[in-house]
C-alpha cells in the first residue's frame, strides 16, 4: 500500500513537472493581462476619479463634485472592485508560475497578496457610504457638516490603502526573490520587484509612524514600484504571447 501511494505521489509530480513547462508561456500572458488590467483600473480610480472629485484643500468643492457626478464615484468602486479581482488572479498564476520551484514561498506570497486585495475591497466601503450622506442629510444647511465626513472618509479610504501596501510589499519582496532564484525568469526583473516591495513597506510605515516624511516616502514608490510593475507587465505580455 505504501508503495502504491508513493508510486502515485511520484507519477503526479512528473505529470506536473512535464505539464508546467509547456504552458508557462501562456501562464505569463495572462498574467500580464491581468497586470495590465490592475495597473488600467488603478490609475482610472485614483487619476481619472479620486483625483477629479477629491480637493483636499476645498471639501465644499469636494461635497459639490461628488453631488453632481455621483455615478463617477460609483463607476470608480467598480473599477477598484474589478482591480481586486484581477489581484486575486494574479495571486493564482504566480502561484501556479513558481509553485515548482517554491512549493511554500509560493503559498505565502500568494497569502500575502490576497490579504492585500481583502484590505482594498473592505476599505472601499468608505467610499460608497459618500452617497449616503446625501440621502440621509439633505438640507442645505447641513452641508459644512457633509462635506466634513466626506473629507474622513475619503482620508480613511487612503488611510486604509497605504495599509494595503504592508502585505502587498511582503508578497512583492517574495516574489522578487522567487523570480531572481528560480532561473527562467529575468532576474533584473526579480530584483526590481524585490526593491519595489521594501518601497511599499516604507511608505506604509511612513504614513503610519512619520506622516511628515510621507511626501519622501512616496516619491521613492514612484521611482521604484511604479517603474518594476510597468516593466513586469510589459515583460509578461511579452514573454507570454511572443512565442505563441
Not at 487619476?47 to 455615478?71: H, K
Not at 526583473?189 to 503610519?208: H, K
Not at 511626501?215 to 517603474?227: C, H
Request: aromatic share 14%.
Amino acid at each position: 500500500m505504501r508503495d502504491s501511494m508513493w508510486q502515485l505521489k511520484n507519477n503526479y509530480r512528473h505529470m506536473k513537472k512535464e505539464l508546467h513547462p509547456s504552458d508557462r508561456n501562456l501562464h505569463l500572458g495572462l498574467t500580464g493581462i491581468l497586470y495590465l488590467l490592475v495597473i488600467v483600473c488603478g490609475l482610472f480610480s485614483e487619476m481619472g476619479v479620486r483625483g477629479v472629485l477629491f480637493i483636499p484643500e476645498d471639501l465644499i468643492q469636494t461635497m459639490e463634485n461628488i453631488q453632481g457626478n455621483q455615478s463617477l464615484l460609483r463607476l470608480g468602486v467598480a473599477s477598484d472592485m474589478l482591480m481586486v479581482l484581477a489581484d486575486v488572479g494574479l495571486a493564482w498564476f504566480f502561484l501556479i508560475l513558481f509553485q515548482e520551484n517554491f512549493p511554500r514561498l509560493s503559498y505565502l506570497a500568494a497569502f500575502f497578496r490576497l490579504v492585500q486585495a481583502g484590505i482594498i475591497g473592505i476599505n472601499l466601503i468608505h467610499l460608497l457610504q459618500i452617497p449616503s450622506l446625501f440621502q440621509f442629510f439633505p438640507e442645505t444647511s447641513d452641508a459644512p457638516w457633509v462635506a466634513q465626513q466626506i473629507g474622513y472618509l475619503f482620508e480613511s479610504h487612503r488611510m486604509g490603502y497605504l495599509l494595503s501596501g504592508i502585505p502587498f510589499g511582503m508578497s512583492c519582496i517574495l516574489l522578487g526573490y522567487m523570480m531572481y532564484q528560480s532561473g527562467w525568469f529575468s532576474r533584473i526583473l526579480g530584483a526590481m520587484v524585490f526593491i519595489a516591495g521594501f518601497a511599499y513597506l516604507i511608505d506604509s510605515f511612513t504614513n503610519i509612524l512619520s506622516p511628515q516624511y510621507a511626501p519622501q516616502s512616496e516619491i521613492l514608490v514612484l521611482t521604484t514600484a511604479v517603474i518594476s510593475e510597468l516593466s513586469l507587465c510589459i515583460y509578461l505580455i511579452f514573454k507570454g504571447f511572443r512565442n505563441n
